[in-house]
């Protein structure tokens, strides 16, 4: 079965649309399978701060930024077309690495929901490694294993790997470094399930 992206973000409001344009920014920057992404991503980058500002400013009734809102918006659901026609072409069909870049696939009928992640093992026994596991998750079809350097902040950008293994090894980490892990459970049809998060300092 060959998996889509939705292209639901088009209808979504003004918030829910500045909030998935992150979700496309952290899921695509760092992410190994997309390691040539267009443009588009940067600028997307660029025009988000721009668009949500636009619509403070229009709550406020100025005429002029409610234009500009309304223009960047057009400009937001444009970029994140020509990203998911990107991520289309660069996925081929497989769920897990079209899911790890943020977007939505098209649900299926008879969509079960994941259990839960409850559990995750980070292990940092050698110098500069760090190994991640699992547990398996009934009804998951693969695993995002990530970490980002510590502090958490909004702007972190998560380094993943997609993978069908319960356990993955990071190398090149920094020692007495600290860096926060998560594993994400991915189903059939892009649901999502993930484990806590789970700070470790790296040994020497």
């Known amino acids: 079965m060959t998996h889509q992206?939705?292209?639901?973000?088009?209808?979504?409001?003004?918030?829910?649309?500045?909030?998935?344009?992150?979700?496309?920014?952290?899921?695509?920057?760092?992410?190994?399978?997309?390691?040539?992404?267009?443009?588009?991503?940067?600028?997307?980058?660029?025009?988000?701060?721009?668009?949500?500002?636009?619509?403070?400013?229009?709550?406020?009734?100025?005429?002029?930024?409610r234009f500009i809102r309304k223009a960047k918006r057009v400009e937001v659901i444009a970029l994140l077309t020509e990203l998911a026609a990107y991520v289309t072409a660069i996925c081929n069909g497989d769920p897990a690495r079209l899911v790890s870049s943020g977007f939505k696939l098209k649900k299926a009928r008879g969509t079960t929901v994941l259990s839960p992640v409850k559990d995750l093992k980070v292990t940092i026994d050698r110098a500069g490694e760090a190994v991640t596991e699992v547990k398996r998750v009934a009804g998951a079809k693969a695993y995002v294993h990530q970490y980002t350097s510590d502090p958490l902040t909004g702007d972190n950008i998560w380094i993943n790997q997609v993978t069908t293994e319960l356990t993955h090894n990071f190398t090149g980490l920094k020692s007495k470094e600290k860096y926060w892990f998560q594993v994400i459970a991915i189903g059939l049809n892009g649901q999502k399930s993930a484990s806590p998060l789970i700070a470790r300092i790296i040994q020497g």
């Not at 003004?14 to 997309?34: E, H, P, Q, R, W």
Request: hydrophobic content about 40%; glycine content about 14%.
């Open 5 to 65: 992206i939705t292209n639901g973000f088009k209808q979504m409001t003004d918030n829910d649309l500045i909030s998935f344009g992150y979700d496309i920014k952290t899921g695509m920057t760092g992410n190994a399978v997309f390691a040539t992404p267009p443009a588009a991503l940067g600028t997307l980058e660029k025009i988000l701060p721009e668009y949500q500002a636009a619509i403070s400013g229009a709550r406020g009734g100025d005429e002029e930024l």
